[in-house]
Structure formats: C-alpha cells, structure tokens
C-alpha cells in the first residue's frame, strides 16, 4: 500500500464512520465529514495533506500523488 491509496482510505473511513456516528447519536457528526471534504478540497488545490505526511514519516512509499 502507498500513501495514496492509504490516505483515500482513511478519508473513506472517516466520512463512513462519521455518517454512522451520526444516525446513531447526533447529527453533529456530520461536521466530521464536512471536515473531511474540506481537508481533501484543499489538498486537491494546495498538494498539502498532514495526513500524507504522517503516512511517510510512518514508512509508507509514495504514489503519483503525494510525493
């Protein structure tokens, strides 16, 4: 697995996770996943994603994305 693949999972996860939170006890949980959209949007146009860059210092190869 690579830091792209890793990363696009890992917001999947979060903004699936964020909609189960959120039917079970509060729909405040859904600004979870408004965090998560905003994150991936302003990856799209900056190329800065934290969540990339703990992914390399853990070991992960890159992919085309985040280099």
Do not use: E, Y
């Not at 979060?14 to 909609?19: A, G």
């Not at 998560?36 to 934290?50: I, K, R, W, Y």
């Amino acid at each position: 697995m690579n830091i792209d693949r890793a990363v696009f999972s890992f917001a999947g996860f979060m903004v699936l996770l964020s909609l189960g939170l959120s039917l079970a006890f509060s729909h405040w949980w859904l600004l979870l996943t408004a965090f998560v959209g905003l994150n991936l949007l302003q990856t799209g146009f900056s190329g800065f994603c934290p969540a990339a860059l703990i992914l390399k210092k853990l070991g992960l190869k890159s992919g085309c994305a985040f280099n």
